[in-house]
């Protein structure tokens, strides 16, 4: 059973702070995994993938996989309230033709 | 145009109506994708297709039929749905269904099923 769970929150940070988001999954035939943001009542934007163990950053943001422990996580740096959303976890399966697989999502708020 | 265009944005229908939704992605990407989003569950995949053949359908319940004429458009027809059926619809396109390519996605129709 393929599965990618996550934490709904909400989180609420102040901001200025750094905001830690995670995700971990069942299936270790995984492959990539991905971090998308969703504002209320607009569709999920990719803000970063991952595919190897260790740390990617992008800015403010920085991903985390690590494939023994089967999380991920992504740190969003000096946080604003404009980041305040949910943020989707999806990682792709070996065992489900490769389609993203998304946890339920973890509503981030910052507060100014 | 750019990007992954759906439409209609709204759809509300009875439960013995017909109805199609429609996507276009203008990203000259080789697969597309419908999802559904409820609330407090997370997307669920419904249909994959990669290069206009249907690679995945996610035990999908017949009355969700879905159509792909070529690599650009996508369709989802729609016939005696139930209440249940309400929810986001999500089109997305990737430039192939490897690993390694994220998803576009569309705006989404909020269908409500009355």
């Known amino acids: 059973q393929k599965e990618v769970e996550q934490n709904s929150g909400p989180l609420s940070v102040p901001e200025g702070a750094i905001a830690s988001l995670n995700c971990t999954y069942s299936?270790?035939?995984?492959?990539?995994f991905f971090w998308y943001r969703q504002y209320s009542g607009k569709s999920p934007e990719l803000i970063m993938f991952?595919?190897?163990?260790g740390d990617k950053e992008d800015g403010r943001f920085t991903a985390q996989l690590n494939k023994a422990s089967q999380y991920v996580s992504l740190l969003i740096r000096d946080s604003q309230p404009s980041d305040s959303a949910t943020y989707l976890c999806?990682?792709?399966?070996?065992?489900?033709?490769?389609?993203?697989?998304f946890g339920k999502g973890t509503s981030l708020l910052v507060t100014p | 145009e750019t990007g992954v265009t759906q439409t209609p944005r709204h759809l509300v229908m009875g439960m013995t109506n017909k109805k199609s939704l429609k996507c276009e992605q203008h990203?000259?990407?080789?697969?597309m994708y419908w999802y559904k989003q409820s609330a407090k569950k997370p997307l669920e995949l419904m249909f994959v297709?990669?290069?206009?053949?249907?690679?995945e359908n996610n035990s999908v319940p017949s009355r969700f039929s879905p159509e792909c004429p070529n690599s650009s458009h996508l369709f989802l027809h729609l016939h005696t749905l139930q209440p249940e059926d309400s929810a986001l619809y999500l089109c997305?396109?990737?430039?192939?269904?490897?690993?390694?390519?994220?998803?576009?996605f569309g705006s989404g129709t909020r269908l409500t099923v009355v």
């Open positions: 997305a396109s990737s430039r192939g269904t490897g690993t390694q390519y994220g998803y576009t």
């Open positions: 299936d270790r035939g995984s492959q990539s």
């Open positions: 991952i595919y190897s163990n």
């Open positions: 999806a990682g792709t399966f070996s065992n489900s033709g490769y389609a993203l697989n």
């Open positions: 990203l000259g990407h080789n697969a």
């Open positions: 297709y990669n290069f206009k053949e249907q690679t």
